[in-house]
C-alpha cells in the first residue's frame, strides 16, 4: 500500500524518508513499539544507500561499505506513534571517520509538527574476514559527503 506524502518540510542538512508504520509494528496499546523505532531507521538509512548505488542485494554487496556494524544506538522518546502510516525520518552524519561513523536522527510526524524521538547510530565499516575495522572507500565518502551536518559557523 502506498502513501501519497505531500508538503515534506525542508531539511537544511541530511536527508528525510519515509517509512511506513505497520499493525505489526504497533505494540498492544497501538503505538509504534519501542524496539521498532531501530527497524524503521535502518529502513531509511538501507533506502537513501541503495539509491546511491551501495546496497546488499540478492546475496551481493555492490560496496564493500555495506559491511558495517552498530557500535552503539541510542534514542530518547518524544511523542508516541499512533497507528499506521506513514513517519519522517531525518536522519545526517555528524562524524565520519576513517572507519566509522556516527548518525544522528528524527522521528517525527509527516508535517515536521511532532517529534516523536530522536537519538544517535554509530557504526563501524569491518573487513569481513577479519571482522576489524576498516576504512570506508571513495565511494562511501562521496554519499556520505551528501549526509554530513556543516559544522556551526562559530567553531
Same mark, same amino acid.
Given at each position: ?68 556494524? *552498530? =557500535?552503539?544506538?541510542?534514542? &530518547?522518546? +518524544? ?8 513517519? $519522517? @525520518?531525518?536522519?545526517? #552524519? ?29 557504526? *563501524? =565499516?569491518?573487513?569481513?574476514? &577479519?571482522? +576489524? ?8 565518502? $562521496? @554519499?556520505?559527503?551528501? #549526509? ?8
Amino acid at each position: 500500500m502506498s502513501h501519497a506524502i505531500v508538503d515534506q518540510p525542508a531539511v537544511e542538512f541530511g536527508h528525510v524518508a519515509h517509512v511506513a508504520v505497520h499493525f505489526d509494528d504497533l505494540d498492544a496499546f497501538g503505538l509504534l513499539h519501542n524496539a521498532r523505532y531501530a527497524v524503521l531507521l535502518e529502513r531509511a538509512l538501507t533506502g537513501y544507500w541503495a539509491d546511491h548505488g551501495v546496497a546488499f542485494q540478492a546475496g551481493q554487496q555492490s560496496a564493500p561499505d555495506v559491511f558495517h556494524a *552498530v =557500535r552503539e544506538f541510542t534514542i &530518547t522518546y +518524544r511523542a508516541p506513534v499512533t497507528g499506521t502510516g506513514p513517519v $519522517a @525520518v531525518h536522519f545526517w #552524519l555528524d562524524q565520519f571517520g576513517t572507519s566509522s561513523a556516527r548518525y544522528a536522527y528524527r522521528f517525527h510526524s509527516v508535517d515536521g509538527r511532532i517529534v516523536h524521538a530522536e537519538g544517535q547510530r554509530s557504526i *563501524v =565499516r569491518v573487513d569481513p574476514a &577479519t571482522l +576489524r575495522p576498516a576504512p570506508w572507500t571513495d565511494t562511501a565518502r $562521496a @554519499v556520505a559527503a551528501t #549526509l554530513l551536518r556543516p559544522a556551526p559557523a562559530d567553531a
